[in-house]
């Protein structure tokens, strides 16, 4: 299917969840989360459409997780992920996987909701009229792929030496691969009592932060 380039800004504001479009003779379809008969919805864009557009990427809930189960057996389909798929999840079981018979198709290197490397360390370093603190700011890296992220903390690390040739922006005084453990963010670093904490202690202590925020 070929969409013309005058036609993309109607077709994407025509896609809200649960419309259905045509575009000459093909059916959308673009679907969200829905309340009550979700069943009964999937069914019905499944006989009526001729290209599904469903949520979440990675197939683990929502929409396309019900879709998966229809399409990934017939070889007249065609799945497309178009974003990062984590090793635990069905989107990614979909690309390593050999028995389905439908055609699957990664796009995930040409469409992502992710920034890449240097948009994040933009959002780290660049404090926009912000001041930073004095002492420098911890940063955790959560998300991704283990050699990613060390990749990433290294280049977290290599900048923030060069910050004296980029005046005006946030010192890190640490880039740390996040893992189950509790962190001090007063002493800066993992905490030595990994009690866990009751329910009460753990209000007063986001009470406590909040408050810290307040006055940053």
């Not at 008969?37 to 999937?42: G, H, I, M, P, Q």
């Not at 178009?82 to 690309?95: D, E, I, N, P």
């Not at 946030?170 to 030595?192: C, H, M, P, S, T």
């Amino acid at each position: 299917m070929r969409v013309a380039v005058a036609d993309y800004t109607a077709l994407g504001a025509s896609l809200n969840h649960g419309r259905t479009v045509s575009y000459g003779s093909i059916t959308i379809a673009s679907v969200g989360p829905k309340k009550g008969k979700a069943e009964e919805s999937f069914g019905q864009h499944f006989e009526k459409s001729d290209v599904i557009l469903a949520s979440s990427g990675m197939c683990d809930q929502g929409p396309s997780s019900e879709y998966l189960q229809m399409l990934r057996d017939d070889p007249r389909n065609t799945i497309i992920l178009t974003g990062f798929q984590s090793k635990s999840s069905a989107g990614r079981a979909l690309l390593e996987g050999s028995e389905q018979g439908a055609e699957v198709v990664d796009l995930s290197s040409h469409y992502s909701g992710h920034g890449d490397q240097q948009k994040l360390l933009d959002n780290i370093f660049e404090l926009v009229g912000y001041k930073g603190r004095q002492g420098g700011t911890t940063v955790f890296i959560n998300h991704g792929e283990p050699g990613s992220k060390e990749t990433f903390r290294a280049k977290i690390m290599e900048r923030n030496k060069k910050k004296e040739k980029r005046p005006g922006q946030r010192k890190v005084a640490k880039a740390l691969i996040a893992n189950d453990d509790w962190f001090d963010l007063e002493a800066g670093d993992y905490a030595q009592d990994t009690r866990s904490l009751t329910k009460q202690e753990l209000q007063e202590e986001i009470e406590r932060l909040q408050k810290l925020l307040q006055t940053a």
